[in-house]
């Protein structure tokens, strides 16, 4: 989850329900969320990673995390 504002934040990946990894972006707004669609390519699906707003630049990055199997991710992604 990375913060934009006091009530605006973008979540991306995770683990689903059913322990499946997850490569989708959603904005919370307000305690409503609303899926995202960013341009360009997007990170593999992935948990534990990290993510920062980038500032002036209307972007977050994404950096490492797990996408299963003992397979930890080192890298960087850029979502617009």
Known sequence: ??????????????????????????????????????SGPTPPARCLHDGVLLSGQGAILIFGGFSGKNNFLNDVWVLN
């Open 1 to 38: 989850l990375t913060s934009l504002t006091k009530n605006l934040h973008i979540l991306f990946g995770g683990v689903g329900g059913r322990d499946e990894y997850l490569a989708d972006t959603w904005l919370l707004c307000n305690l409503k969320f609303k899926r995202l669609n960013p």
